[in-house]
């Protein structure tokens, strides 16, 4: 069978087995959510044998050690991933939510209700704890879910996956329900991009070069995931010592996660007060500066920002700086060069906020408080299937509900038009 | 100016436009929108001239006549499209609109509240008043909007939308809101399909090639709309009269529409009474059925029926009619053939009634009533911009609010994580 042909065949079983899930009742949902955790933990020594294969491959290709580090399983982590389906057992079931109903005057009773996408593809790269966390999701929103994780992760995925799938099946999710491309060649992607008829949506998550090639290549729609330009604004009039707090916070907590700062903005009232404090913390969290001019002169020993640097997501320990004359040279400056995601602004000002708040053009936008609060489990979603930087469909962190759709049930008595 | 640099620079106008438009209030939105009704009528002359030349120009190539009709303005029809300005004006704005509310055990507090998408495309076809209706709409809603209308309806469109603009930007709406595609050029499209930094969604309003290219071709966001391939199923159960009356009606009302029934399934065991009555009434009305086997064993003058009938939208008085076994074999047949637009089942088993909502896969599925409800102004939308025939985002009719996406607004007093 030729990739083409076994993709598609992929497709039409996961199709089926979509419309035997949209109607399989929540209490069989938890019941196998709860067994996939259970799967997970007490066959751990299958996943981690097979684990291991995938950090000795990508060890002999020489990776980076933070590759390995998010490729890396342990008991922990395993751990983890059974917490993840036991917490989506827990959450209510968004599925059968009326959302709008009305009686019409020609006497047309119409409900809305939240019915199930019926086939996500998830796209994602090393993290073989996606696996588990995307299928536990699509599951309890009554989804059939085709995974396709990156080739270095495969023999994990594959022990996940037979894991979870023998559970579930086993609990009365229909067979078909969850899938995994096992085809680690890169044309599966492209046949994956294009299977419309198939497909509800694709989810990608991973790095901008993924998102990029899912967004420009795919016919199915697509919700964008996850790159972060995140921006704190300093104000004239914000408390000196609570913008460090933040600042600092934004930047070092988890520099590698898309909801990290990448560039701050301070208001030229208070860069002469602010920036010295920032570059001392910051010196001593080793994040290294890179500043406008009119920042270098009150911090000479940070390094020159260059034009690039304002739409650089680094991951990692810099921050990029500038001063700005007031709020709207900040707005202005985040419109242009953010992606969407989290923007903050710190300030004593009603009014400035305000403005920041309508006027800035992302999923979230902060007052006092630091930009790496944008999750689903901080927003009281209790998970989150990724962050859409996106405006259609779901915008910031998607819990359950961003995987589901709506449906009209129109009930008469003889209605015609 | 090159094409492509001609269209981005109508994208980057139109997205300067958005950020400014996304804080207009209500009243000058309304104001704008009446100035504009106002505009079309007491200029009709200018409009009927321009679209004198269209239609010349259509009737030298020779066109069929339903496209001159789709094509063609005179006042009443002028007057229809201020109408659905002014109705515009008159609907609840939905920007501002907050959806969700908390506060979170660190004293943070989340709202979410609508937004405009930003920057709206719309591809359309001859129908000029798609024009004013799309502007409208996308106005009310704070979007900024570009229109690409269809190269017969270039002089119509042209008149249409400056007398728009002038009126809309005298009323306080920024300029550069208001867009129109001036060259008819097919390789504009193409462009317009991948402006990702300027275009928030596009949406195709038109026939199957046009949106199947949209759908194909397109890295920006699409809501796909409007195809039709309708289902009424008659039970075994069900009322004959009533039945004979909404199959009549779903078919002929107005057999050029989406949500026109294409095909319709009855139970062998009410075939032999409904057919008979159903082929005399569908002969007055000169609409040609096509049968499958065991309906033409008992209607025998009809045509038979090919496997293409089943996935064709007619658009005209033409039916397919298939003699199903029960409920669940109309059930497979619908959901394999349709394009998730409006399906009805006609019966008195609540039982079955039940089964055809919860697994029959479409925007709309009726109990005892016409496809031909599945209309914003019949769901009580007021207005619509289009039937989505996707999950994402928005499903069935679009009103407003599906012109808009949300944001997230966090206020802190230094929280940090």
Same mark, same amino acid.
């Given at each position: 069978?030729?990739?083409?042909?076994?993709?598609?065949?992929?497709?039409?079983?996961?199709?089926?087995?979509?419309?035997?899930?949209?109607?399989?009742?929540?209490?069989?949902?938890?019941?196998?959510?709860?067994?996939?955790?259970?799967?997970?933990?007490?066959?751990?020594?299958?996943?981690?044998?097979?684990?291991?294969?995938?950090?000795?491959?990508?060890?002999?290709?020489?990776?980076?050690?933070?590759?390995?580090?998010?490729?890396?399983?342990?008991?922990?982590?395993?751990?983890?991933?059974?917490?993840?389906?036991?917490?989506?057992?827990?959450?209510?079931?968004?599925?059968?939510?009326?959302?709008?109903?009305?009686?019409?005057?020609?006497?047309?009773?119409?409900?809305?209700?939240?019915?199930?996408?019926?086939?996500?593809?998830?796209?994602?790269?090393?993290?073989?704890?996606?696996?588990?966390?995307?299928?536990?999701? =699509?599951?309890?929103?009554?989804?059939?879910?085709?995974?396709?994780?990156?080739?270095?992760?495969?023999?994990?995925?594959?022990?996940?996956?037979?894991?979870?799938?023998?559970?579930?099946?086993?609990?009365?999710?229909?067979?078909?329900?969850?899938?995994?491309?096992?085809?680690?060649?890169?044309?599966?992607?492209?046949?994956?991009?294009?299977?419309?008829?198939?497909?509800?949506?694709?989810?990608?998550?991973?790095?901008?070069?993924?998102?990029?090639?899912?967004?420009?290549?795919?016919?199915?729609?697509?919700?964008?995931?996850?790159?972060?330009?995140?921006?704190?604004?300093?104000?004239?009039?914000?408390?000196?010592?609570?913008?460090?707090?933040?600042?600092?916070?934004?930047?070092?907590?988890?520099?590698?996660? =898309?909801?990290?700062?990448?560039?701050?903005?301070?208001?030229?009232?208070?860069?002469?007060?602010?920036?010295?404090?920032?570059?001392?913390?910051?010196?001593?969290?080793?994040?290294?500066?890179?500043?406008?001019?009119?920042?270098?002169?009150?911090?000479?020993?940070?390094?020159?920002?260059?034009?690039?640097?304002?739409?650089?997501?680094?991951?990692?320990?810099?921050?990029?700086?500038?001063?700005?004359?007031?709020?709207?040279?900040?707005?202005?400056?985040?419109?242009?060069?953010?992606?969407?995601?989290?923007?903050?602004?710190?300030?004593?000002?009603?009014?400035?906020?305000?403005?920041?708040?309508?006027?800035?053009?992302?999923?979230?936008?902060?007052?006092?408080?630091?930009?790496?609060?944008?999750?689903?489990?901080?927003?009281?979603?209790?998970?989150?299937?990724?962050?859409?930087?996106?405006?259609?469909?779901?915008?910031?962190?998607?819990?359950?509900?961003?995987?589901?759709?709506?449906?009209?049930?129109?009930?008469?008595?003889?209605?015609?038009?």
């Amino acid at each position: 069978m030729g990739l083409q042909e076994m993709m598609l065949e992929k497709g039409r079983a996961a199709n089926i087995a979509a419309d035997a899930m949209a109607i399989v009742s929540t209490k069989v949902k938890n019941e196998a959510l709860n067994k996939m955790a259970d799967a997970l933990e007490e066959n751990s020594t299958i996943i981690l044998d097979a684990n291991k294969a995938d950090i000795d491959a990508a060890r002999k290709k020489g990776v980076k050690k933070s590759y390995i580090d998010r490729l890396m399983l342990d008991e922990k982590r395993i751990a983890g991933m059974a917490d993840g389906l036991r917490q989506a057992a827990a959450l209510p079931d968004p599925v059968g939510e009326e959302d709008y109903g009305t009686m019409r005057p020609n006497g047309l009773e119409i409900r809305r209700i939240r019915v199930p996408l019926g086939v996500v593809g998830i796209i994602y790269e090393a993290r073989p704890n996606v696996t588990s966390d995307a299928a536990g999701l =699509c599951i309890k929103s009554g989804n059939a879910v085709i995974l396709r994780g990156g080739s270095e992760a495969i023999n994990s995925n594959k022990a996940i996956i037979g894991l979870l799938q023998e559970a579930a099946y086993a609990s009365g999710i229909p067979e078909g329900a969850i899938q995994l491309v096992e085809v680690t060649d890169r044309e599966a992607v492209q046949v994956m991009l294009r299977m419309n008829q198939y497909l509800d949506v694709i989810i990608p998550r991973g790095g901008a070069g993924l998102i990029k090639t899912v967004v420009e290549n795919s016919s199915v729609p697509v919700i964008e995931t996850g790159t972060g330009v995140c921006h704190t604004f300093v104000d004239e009039s914000a408390d000196i010592s609570m913008a460090v707090n933040i600042a600092v916070n934004a930047k070092t907590s988890r520099p590698s996660v =898309c909801n990290a700062m990448e560039t701050l903005l301070v208001h030229k009232a208070a860069a002469r007060e602010f920036l010295p404090r920032l570059a001392a913390v910051m010196k001593d969290k080793e994040c290294e500066l890179r500043g406008c001019q009119r920042s270098r002169e009150i911090v000479p020993d940070m390094l020159m920002a260059s034009e690039e640097d304002w739409s650089t997501e680094y991951g990692d320990l810099i921050l990029s700086v500038k001063v700005v004359d007031d709020v709207n040279e900040a707005i202005a400056h985040i419109n242009r060069y953010n992606t969407g995601h989290s923007e903050a602004i710190v300030t004593n000002s009603l009014k400035n906020a305000r403005i920041f708040q309508r006027r800035v053009n992302a999923a979230a936008v902060y007052i006092n408080a630091s930009t790496r609060f944008t999750d689903g489990c901080e927003f009281g979603f209790g998970a989150e299937i990724g962050i859409s930087t996106q405006k259609l469909h779901a915008r910031g962190p998607m819990g359950l509900t961003a995987l589901t759709s709506t449906k009209y049930l129109i009930d008469g008595d003889g209605q015609i038009r």
